[in-house]
């Protein structure tokens, strides 16, 4: 599975570690909903921590297509909102 | 819902557009480099701008502080001629500058913040933009090598993904610019405005007073020195007359 951190790229992480992800990812979702910043901040962090932890890097050279894709590491909860509004974001969810 | 994969839906939305517009990725490539240097520009510019915003507020900030050392030396010079209302009214004048170098300090700080986070910002984009520039070669060759493979559609896509990333970094870094000129922008007007200045050249009547105050004095002294000589020598000496004349009127 490919995940890509916007502004750093693109890691490969193997198989079936991405419960962990999955949890934090919601984590995440759920901050942008209530608007907690500091929340946000917290599980942006875990986020992107755990991706390069479990991750590896993918080489320059390489260019394949992400299935996942992280926000910016020093992304605000504000940004990120209007990045998950602009389109693609819905249809991009109610695919899977 | 997942962050992460309404994240991924909108950029692949970016990238097919990317696709559909592109003819060759290898041209959008430079086109897109090309962007970035424009960019860097533009940021380095904004820098250049908000250090002229800066010494402005320092140099007023500098201005004030000799016009409200001045005041307090007058308030001094007062007192020493026993003018107790002036000297308040120098203080009073003096405070009131004390808080417009406040505000100036104020923003002297906002500035700088300013200052140290587009420079900040300049740092970065030109590491992105050194890195973008080898990085770009390497999607070149790579989409060549594609080509003649004949594997083409896999190799695009994850060129053009890039891309997209790349677009999007130096159009969060753009918008952040964007904010930071306006707000320079704003604090230039109102230094420009002279909303800030009402109080560093004020006319200087305290100063008069003064100096009308020891001229008087001054001139009461020679009035004072003149009587002392008329009334123990009968025969002064006539060289020292044409000067005591001239003080004479205003008594």
Known sequence: MIVRILGEGQYDIAGAESSVLEGLDSVLMEAVETGDESAFAAALDALIAEVRRTGTPVADDSFAPSDLVVPFSDSTLEETKGLLAEPGGETGSEDR | ?251
């Not at chain 2, 409200?68 to 004048?93: F, I, P």
């Open chain 2, 1 to 251: 819902m997942s962050v992460m994969k309404r994240l991924s839906g909108i950029v692949q939305a970016k990238t097919n557009k990317l696709l559909d517009k592109a003819e060759d990725p290898r041209e959008s490539l430079d086109l897109s480099y090309q962007k970035q240097l424009e960019s860097l520009q533009k940021v380095r510019r904004s820098v250049a701008d908000v250090t002229t915003a800066k010494k402005r507020i320092e140099l007023q900030a500098s201005q004030l502080q000799t016009q409200a050392d001045k005041l307090q030396s007058q308030a001094k010079a007062a007192l020493t001629q026993g003018n107790e209302d002036l000297a308040r009214e120098a203080l009073a004048r003096r405070a009131a500058l004390a808080d417009q170098l406040t505000e100036l300090e104020t923003q002297h700080q906002q500035v700088q913040a300013q200052e140290t986070k587009l420079i900040d910002t300049a740092q970065k984009l030109q590491t992105q933009v050194d890195s973008f520039r080898t990085k770009k070669e390497t999607m070149k060759a790579t989409y060549t090598a594609a080509e003649a493979q004949t594997k083409i559609g896999e190799a695009v896509s994850g060129i053009s993904e890039s891309m997209s990333d790349a677009g999007m970094s130096m159009q969060r870094a753009q918008d952040k610019i964007d904010g930071m000129q306006a707000r320079a922008g704003a604090m230039d007007e109102l230094l420009a405005s002279g909303a800030l200045t009402d109080l560093t050249n004020p006319v200087d009547d305290i100063q008069a007073q003064l100096d009308k105050a020891s001229t008087t004095s001054a001139v009461d002294d020679q009035l004072a020195a003149l009587k002392a000589e008329v009334a123990v020598g009968s025969a002064p000496p006539a060289a020292e007359l044409p000067a005591a004349e001239s003080g004479d009127a205003p008594s």
